[in-house]
């Protein structure tokens, strides 16, 4: 089975915290060894500013997504390996 994460890198969500919520999500990946099984793409703008930092997982588009709540987010979506 196959997980697709966009995160939206336009110049809004990236000062925001998508910058570090890339950094966080490609370790998360790399730790529980599920980087194959992840389809992770960056994306420019989605349109959602005020909404932002913005991170699509599985057609679920989430905003407000920070540090802090990345990994717990990804555990929604992820197979724990």
């Known amino acids: 089975m196959e997980y697709f ?3 939206c890198m ?3 969500c990236y000062s925001r915290g998508n910058q570090e919520n890339l950094a966080r999500i490609e370790s998360y990946l790399s730790k ?3 980087d ?4 992770l793409r960056g ?3 989605e349109g959602l500013c005020s909404e932002g930092p913005i991170v699509e997982i599985n ?3 989430h905003g407000g997504v ?3 709540s ?3 987010l990804l555990d929604q979506y992820l197979p724990l390996q």
Do not use: F, M, P, W
Not at 36 to 39: I, W
């Open 5 to 7: 994460i966009k995160i």
């Open 10 to 12: 336009g110049s809004s």
């Open 32 to 34: 529980r060894q599920i």
């Open 36 to 39: 194959c099984l992840v389809d």
């Open 43 to 45: 994306s420019r703008c």
């Open 59 to 61: 057609g679920q588009v």
């Open 66 to 68: 920070h540090a802090e």
């Open 70 to 72: 990345i990994e717990q």
